[in-house]
């Protein structure tokens, strides 16, 4: 364990020095990511000003919601959706070869070598939508504080989880960076409060495509809207994860290499 | 130390033609091909020993190289290499190995060689100490101390060439592999590269070594490996490999007189580069040396001669269009 955090806290180093060889870009990078992931409640404040609403959410309420799916894509992208990126590109060009030559599980080191510092940004973003969103809402019980924080832990296994699955499908669809807009488009839903959607909508994003549980039930938990029966989710995102593992495990044997 | 049965590899690919018809086709169905990369080869390597895989383009080198380092699953046979079989306990075994690929590079291209081999470190836990020693000692003998601190991307390609070779050995690697590892490369640089192997080899590391440019094989391995079609064609010695092709040499000459192009049997012109001076093979088991030299002093008056033992590319080009030939047969 004390070699494994050695060595990322190694790459986290290298991967920092590499951004720093190229300031300006890292600094407009991640300007670029905080104003991207704010412009959704943006459009929230200018829906809530216009006199419109999503119905029983108040202002602050919906931007809890999309604070907490900021959030945990701002911890879930450096750390995890790097591999996305890093296996497209290497399987192309038959470089994963050089991955699979180091020490250490192979999807650790996908891992590890997709560490992306620019990603931070989005922590930054979703840290300053939360305080805000925090600020019209009534101070959460500690209760509602460790369900949400049990539930937040959840919901970045469960964005690991894709990124495990569409770095996986990498192996098969060699080269495609599609793989990016599946994810937008399966999570855009994610950013809203879950009951703003039909029922059937509903039990499909909680249940079939778990999306609601990346920020609409933490938040709900934090708002004390739900009770200790929302942990279920922590089941939910384990077997997720480990279907997750199983998956990327499974489609690295269809490496195939490029010739040499 | 490498014992290899029966390896087999074989993979399928989609073929398509290069006309627009063509190219819609595939998006509803693309014909597969199954290809046969590795055809049932066998083979050992001891400890310490430096050997050369060769053969043409497409042949199957690659293909045995990664499934030696681990990197590609075999569709058939066994190989056992350091006492581990590579792409089930590829962690441990690829601790004790190393690599260097002349195309495809190990290093962080924006930032200097010392960050990667820091990372490096971290990667295969190597120890303070022994990474501090065996740097210093690296740094030392490829002569790269002012360039350690330097942004990859502003290094000539030597210089990354020798920071490719520190990365492969600073966890001191039992078994290195290297896939052409001086390509591309000037004069300088490759005999800096070719006499550092040297020196590593003298440790008893074992290399095994895939290349194009038969002066590696040359000055580098004693042993060798032909691959064609996926089969091992030739395991022999340099020497040994010479000799397969009968008792030939290359003789230079500048005669007083033109020699026509019609020749006696056992020579071959090989090339002219003016009206007096050309290049033969002669097959000394068809024609000796004595009795050649005798005939072509007389006939058009020897001015000057070398007699060398054939080009390894001589050797190798018919070796490939034997082989050719009876795939073709």
Known sequence: MKELLACWAAVIRVKLAEQMAYRSHFALSVLLLVIGDLVVPLVTLLVYRSGASFPGWSLHEALLVQAVFVLAKGIAFPFFFGMIGTTLSQVREGTFDLLLLRPRPAMLMAMLLGFDPEDFGRLLSGAVLFGFALSGVVVPHWTSWLQFALLFIASIAILCAMSLFLSGLLFRWVGSSRVFDIFDAMTGFGMYPGTIFSKTMQNILTYVLPIGLIAFVPASALLGRSGWGSLWALGSAALLMLVGIWYWNRMLKNYTSAGG | ?329
């Open chain 2, 1 to 329: 130390m490498i014992e290899v049965k029966h390896l087999s590899k074989t993979y399928t690919t989609f073929e398509r033609g290069h006309t627009l018809r063509e190219v819609v086709k595939t998006l509803v169905h693309r014909p597969m091909k199954e290809i046969r990369a590795v055809d049932d080869i066998s083979f050992t390597i001891e400890q310490g020993e430096m050997v050369a895989f060769l053969g043409p383009n497409g042949a199957g080198k690659s293909t045995t190289l990664k499934m030696l380092t681990g990197v590609l699953h075999p569709s058939a046979g066994e190989v056992t290499c350091l006492g581990l079989v590579p792409w089930k306990q590829r962690r441990q075994y690829v601790r004790r190995v190393g690599a260097v690929f002349g195309q495809k590079s190990q290093l962080i291209w924006d930032i200097p060689p010392s960050d990667a081999f820091y990372m490096n470190k971290a990667i295969y836990g190597v120890p303070d100490k022994e990474y501090n020693e065996t740097l210093d000692e690296l740094v030392e003998l490829l002569q790269v101390g002012d360039i350690m601190r330097k942004p990859t991307r502003q290094l000539s390609l030597g210089e990354r060439m020798k920071c490719e070779f520190i990365m492969a050995m600073l966890h001191r690697p039992e078994l290195v592999f290297l896939d052409e590892p001086t390509i591309g490369l000037d004069m300088i640089a490759k005999e800096s590269i070719r006499s550092f192997i040297r020196r590593m080899n003298e440790r008893k590391i074992t290399f095994i070594l895939t290349t194009h440019d038969l002066e590696d094989v040359e000055l580098l391995a004693e042993r060798v490996m032909v691959i064609n079609h996926g089969k091992i064609v030739v395991d022999d010695a340099l020497s040994g490999l010479r000799s397969r092709l009968g008792a030939k040499k290359s003789v230079r000459l500048t005669t007083e007189q033109p020699v026509p192009d019609e020749l006696p049997p056992g020579l071959r012109l090989l090339q002219r580069s003016g009206p007096l001076e050309l290049e033969l093979e002669i097959d000394t088991d068809v024609l000796p040396l004595k009795p050649f030299i005798s005939h072509f002093n007389e006939s058009y008056g020897i001015l000057d001669m070398a007699i060398e033992a054939l080009p390894i590319e001589a050797v190798m080009k018919q070796l490939y269009t034997t082989d050719h030939a009876k795939e073709h047969a």
